[in-house]
């Protein structure tokens, strides 16, 4: 099975059931996993409803994948060193928006930013 995907899904359900496939679990193997019901897995592998941010996160750890909406289409990362290299990106946005927040000095601002485009740069190289 590939390190990555290259592949982009119309909907939430499909990348999680290429995430369960990847892993080799089933709907029922994940949920007992994760300690929900079979009911609620299957209704986000069938898009029947969507999950919210933390459940997608707890997903996420589980799974040891990363989804990405990119436009209206998911992506699922399973590159260990792409999924660094993300997480690293949220935490500079995190940091840009605590600084918002905190009205930063502007010299610190294009740093940020600076960095921002290094690592998507990096992110890039990594997943192709």
């Known amino acids: 099975m590939s390190t990555k995907s290259n592949d982009y899904f119309k909907t939430f359900g499909d990348a ?47 799974l040891k994948v990363r989804f990405l909406k990119d436009n209206d289409q998911w992506k699922v990362y399973t590159d260990i060193k792409a999924q660094k290299a993300i997480d690293s990106l949220d935490q500079v946005k995190a ?23 290094e690592l998507r740069e990096e992110i890039d190289k990594m997943i192709r």
Do not use: T
Request: glycine share 2%; proline share 6%.
């Open 95 to 117: 940091s840009i928006v605590a600084y918002k927040a905190s009205e930063p000095n502007r010299d610190e601002i294009p740093e940020l930013l600076e960095l921002i485009d």
């Open 16 to 62: 999680l059931k290429y995430a369960l496939d990847y892993n080799r679990l089933s709907q029922s193997d994940f949920s007992e996993l994760w300690g929900k019901d079979r009911a609620q897995v299957s209704k986000y592998a069938n898009n029947i409803s969507a999950p919210r941010p933390r459940s997608i996160q707890e997903i996420e750890e589980l």
